[in-house]
């Protein structure tokens, strides 16, 4: 099948994406920062809102502290802090408009049926622990940014380390 030239013809946007959003994880800090520093570069260049989401997951803490009422907050408020600390960031490298977010679940759902409508990008970009396998070299990314990539209403970029 050949194409059609006049199919590809389109206009440079000077502006791609007004809202960008990323995920970043505690769990997985090298990609979660490679991708923080990818939307940091894009918010900045396109001039666009900037947001910052990280996902409290309970199936990470133990059963004592998810119940205990005082250790959950504990942890929740480490993870805001952490999210904050990003949001200084990027606002110290130019980034205008920057909205953090926390949030409760599984993270990839959560992000999609939670954050998402809220906060409406037009791309979303998260990190990815790229699994090795078998002897022929082949490179899986996670089952957290498979499952954005393949349920998310907006594009998703996976930035791995």
Do not use: W
């Amino acid at each position: 099948m050949a194409v059609d030239e006049k199919v590809l013809q389109f206009e440079i946007e000077d502006k791609p994406f007004a809202r960008v959003l990323v995920a970043v994880d505690q769990d997985d800090s090298s990609s979660s920062i490679k991708a923080f520093q990818f939307a940091v570069t894009l918010a900045f260049r396109n001039h666009a809102k900037l947001g910052i989401v990280s996902i409290l997951e309970l199936e990470d803490i133990n059963v004592f502290e998810a119940l205990s009422p005082e250790k959950r907050n504990k942890i929740s408020d480490t993870l805001l802090a952490d999210v904050k600390v990003y949001v200084k960031v990027a606002r110290e490298h130019g980034v205008k408009d920057v909205e953090g977010f926390v949030a409760e679940g599984k993270p990839a759902p959560t992000i999609i049926s939670d954050i998402i409508p809220t906060f409406e990008p037009d791309v979303l970009i998260c990190g990815s622990k790229t699994k090795h396998v078998s002897s022929r070299k082949k490179i899986f990314i996670g089952s957290q940014a498979s499952y954005l990539a393949q349920n998310s209403p907006c594009s998703v970029l996976v930035i791995r380390k």
